[in-house]
């Protein structure tokens, strides 16, 4: 996985609460399935709406400025907005992805290894398909063959 979506995936929602487990709760029962769509719902919704104040504000603000260095200036800009929305797009297609992963039951687990990825991690990651365990093990790997 690129650096740069690693920040993108990272969340901050407005009015996020985290789930409270009850003793003896079952892992990924339909009260967590819920919080999670919940979750992922708001994050994409929020990530939508981004990406139309990015379309307004290219349309406001697009000007042709007769001094080269202000068009670069705007330009430049305007390239990053758009990189920074395509990855939001492709985390779009993954919160879609996730959320169809919910509905099959597939949610939370672990897809190398099978062990729960807990309730805390996908808080923070909601999007995430491995444990921590193999997750670290991955990028450990990453960096020896890709550094």
Not at 67 to 72: F, S, T, Y
Not at 93 to 120: A, F, P, S
């Amino acid at each position: 996985m690129p650096k740069s979506s690693k920040t993108t995936e990272s969340i901050t929602l407005r009015g996020f609460t985290p789930y409270k487990e009850k003793k003896g709760e079952e892992y990924m029962n339909e009260a967590q399935k819920d919080h999670f769509r919940g979750l992922l719902q708001t994050w994409k919704t929020e990530l939508m709406e981004e990406v139309d104040r990015t379309v307004s504000h290219m349309k406001d603000e697009a000007a042709n400025f007769p001094d080269p260095a202000d068009r670069a200036s705007q330009e430049e800009e305007f390239s990053l907005e758009l990189r920074t929305r395509d990855r939001e797009r492709k985390l779009i297609k993954k919160i879609d992805k996730t959320m169809q992963l919910i509905e099959d039951d597939d949610y939370g687990y672990c897809d190398t290894c099978g062990v729960e990825i807990g309730i805390r991690r996908l808080e923070a990651r909601p999007t995430a398909t491995q444990c921590i365990d193999c997750k670290t093990l991955d990028e450990i790997k990453e960096k020896q063959i890709g550094g």
